[in-house]
T-cell receptor, first 113, second 109 residues
């Protein structure tokens, strides 16, 4: 499968712990996006990279969230000191074209107890 | 601010009936509009985009700038169309998609 892959698929953690999600985009795609989706809502933009540069961050992304894309390949999204409100599906997507034609991964579901 | 509204959380139809999934948007400029679909246990995927003016799996969507709408239509629904459908827009010169809350389409035999 040469699609976007995310790991882990599901993470259960206790409040206050740190978690990290990894995304491997489609290899030739230079843009990588992170979205968050909660129950009953559509995906909400968090941040995006063009190659290794993080070009935009949403106001949703508090100081506890950090994303990286070293060498312009895979990306990681880290959440420090998790809160129950962080429970959501974290979606990664990549594209070679504009922001509208995204190829999504299956998502990483975070449950904070 | 840009906003996408999908007024129906659930749309239930019988096989062979016409389908219209509503999408309205608010944006002062000229956005690009998209429909994404998520079938059961599958990832979110692009269904169609307004600039292509294409029909995918029998679905079409016309951008109506006067009514700021981008409704998704299909004349005869099939059971395999059952899925979650999201309307989304990207404002020109922006680099992100803004999604609606989605409509679940359920096609019964």
């Amino acid at each position: 499968d040469t699609g976007v892959s995310q790991d882990p698929r599901h993470k259960i953690t206790k409040r206050g712990q740190n978690v990290t999600f990894r995304c491997d985009p489609i290899s030739e795609h230079n843009r990588l996006y992170w979205y968050r989706q909660t129950l009953g809502q559509g995906p909400e933009f968090l941040t995006y990279f063009q190659n290794e540069a993080q070009l935009e961050k949403s106001r949703l992304l508090s100081d506890r969230f950090s994303a990286e894309r070293p060498k312009g390949s895979f990306s990681t999204l880290e959440i420090q000191r998790t809160e129950q409100g962080d429970s959501a599906m974290y979606l990664c997507a990549s594209t070679l074209e504009g922001p509208g034609e995204l190829f999504f991964g299956e998502g990483s579901r975070l449950t904070v107890l | 601010a840009q906003r996408v509204t999908q007024p129906e959380k659930l749309l239930s139809v019988f096989k062979g009936a016409p389908v219209e999934l509503k999408c309205n948007y608010s944006y002062s400029g000229s956005p690009e509009l998209f429909w994404y679909v998520q079938y059961s246990r599958q990832r979110l995927q692009l269904l169609l985009r307004h600039i292509s003016r294409e029909s995918i799996k029998g679905f079409t969507a016309d951008l109506n700038k006067g009514e700021t709408s981008f409704h998704l239509k299909k004349p005869f629904a099939q059971e395999e169309d059952s899925a979650m459908y999201y309307c989304a827009l990207t404002p020109r010169s922006f680099q992100k998609l803004v999604f609606g809350t989605g409509t679940r389409l359920l096609v019964s035999p």
